[in-house]
Structures are given as C-alpha cells and as structure tokens.
C-alpha cells in the first residue's frame, strides 16, 4: 500500500516523461523534459510546466504536436539547451527564424537574430551576411534600401550584383504524374495526378522566382551560389510554377518525359501510366 501510495505521489508530481517526442510540422524531434522547460515563461515552458499533459495537442502516435516550421525549429531547441545561437555560413532563413523565436517566447533568441547597428548608424557585421544572391533584385532591393535607409544603402553598396538586373540562369521543373487509360482507349477524367513539384538549379533562382510557396525542408542550409536538386513547391499545379517562371522572365527551352504502365484491373484491361516529366527554364 506505501509503495502504491509512493508510486501515485510521484505520478502527480511529474505529469511528463523525462524523455519527450515531439512531431514539429512533420519533424519528429527527441529530448530532454528539462531542455523543453529551460528557459521561464517561454511557449515551451508554459506547454510542459503544466500539471497535466492533456490540453496539448498529440498526433496519431501519440507525440505532442506543435504546427510550426519543423526544419527552423531544430534552432530553437538548440538554444534551449544551452541559451546560444549557432547557425551554419550563408544561413538565408534568418528572418524566418526570428519570427520563429518570437512565435515561442523566447526575447533574448530574437535580440541575437536582429540585425546590429553600429553607434555610427551602420550596419554591423551581422546586418550584412546575407549573400547577394539571396536579395531579391528590381523593385524588392529598392524597396528594402528605402525602409532600411542611408546605412542599408551603405551596406548593399559593398555587394556585388545587387543592382545589376536579374541573373541569368537555368532551372528545372520536374513531377511525377500518373493517369488510368480504359480499355476502349478512355483517359480518366483526373489524368493527372501530381503529387509533388520539384526544383532544381540555384538556390538563388530558385528563391527568386518561387519566394514562399519554394519548400526547402529537404536542403535547408544550402548557401545561394550552390545548387540544389531538393526543393519543391508548396502547390501541385504545373501552370502555377509556369507562371512564375513567366513572370520572372525565364523561357522553357527543353522538355522530356518517360513512363511505365501496369495493369490496375485485370478483368476491365484498365492500366495505371505512370511517368517522370521535366521541363528547363532558361533567362538570359
């Protein structure tokens, strides 16, 4: 009886497990209940300081679910452990991240990741890291030259290619799509399934034409002059890229496609098609 009446005092007394999944949009992530609780009165805090785990939401298997950028939130936790910011050369998701920190309660997270000004009203060294392929160019650069004003003119002065019109480039769109083809020859009405449009080609471009409906949950760190074959669309409509490839000014300049076929019904002879397109988009 002491041993049960032990066992349900120290059940009331800690509601959470001391090793705690979590699943972040999508991204399942494993720590520490006392790392989740390390810094006072932030969002996390608040979640597992709670008497009872029931008001937080889980997913199917039963990990606390929080619907937020997955990728960035490795940044968070990484803070949570030790109250210190560490990001990889050429990080372009640094405004992203600081609404991150702002979305989770954490003040000193969102002083280290606003940009610095110097006593002489310019921009320190942090103001200045982002890479010059990562601005967008035209209207956007003066639009931020003008809400940033005289030391942001200052500071993009010192980067090459700013101000120079739109850089040439090729990028690729590619999908993978199937229809089902009927005996008498009858395409089905939804033909074309598209699951996922992919990316590839410069960072850059590709951040320049697709903005925020671009997805680079699969290479989130890739500096702006590297290359990239993991992106993809937040959309799954082909003239929807089309169009902003369009807008941005690139031209298709090639095509393929191949496919592969197999029975879906053996006693009405439908068949599955299924098929890898490509499309290359070149701006000169």
């Not at 280290?112 to 006593?119: D, Q, R, T, V, Y």
């Not at 671009?214 to 169009?243: G, H, V």
Request: with cysteine.
């Amino acid at each position: 009886c002491l041993f049960s009446e032990y066992n349900s005092i120290v059940s009331k007394e800690v509601p959470f497990p001391e090793i705690i999944e979590l699943n972040v949009g999508g991204q399942v992530y494993i720590t520490r209940y006392s790392t989740l609780t390390s810094v006072p009165d932030s969002l996390l805090w608040e979640m597992f300081s709670q008497k009872s785990p029931k008001g937080l939401a889980r997913d199917t298997k039963g990990r606390f679910f929080v619907d937020r950028d997955g990728f960035l939130f490795r940044y968070i936790l990484d803070y949570m452990r030790d109250q210190q910011l560490v990001l990889p050369d050429h990080f372009p998701e640094r405004g992203r991240l600081q609404r991150e920190a702002e979305f989770f309660n954490l003040p000193e997270l969102v002083k280290m990741l606003a940009p610095k000004i110097s006593k002489q009203n310019s921009l320190g060294d942090d103001g200045c890291q982002s890479d010059p392929e990562d601005s967008s160019p035209g209207m956007d650069t003066a639009r931020n030259l003008g809400s940033l004003g005289a030391a942001a003119a200052a500071c993009a002065s010192l980067v090459p290619g700013t101000m120079d019109g739109k850089r040439s480039g090729f990028i690729t769109i590619g999908y993978r799509g199937s229809y089902t083809l009927g005996r008498d020859s009858h395409t089905d009405a939804k033909f074309r399934r598209v699951a996922r449009i992919m990316v590839c080609g410069k960072t850059s471009l590709a951040k320049e034409v697709f903005g925020e409906t671009l997805n680079e949950s699969r290479d989130p760190d890739r500096p702006p002059e590297r290359y990239t074959s993991r992106y993809y669309l937040k959309f799954t409509f082909l003239e929807q890229a089309f169009d902003k490839l369009a807008d941005a000014g690139f031209l298709m300049v090639a095509c393929n496609s191949t496919g592969t076929c197999a029975f879906a019904h053996e006693q009405t002879d439908d068949k599955i098609w299924t098929s890898y397109t490509e499309y290359v988009f070149y701006r000169e």
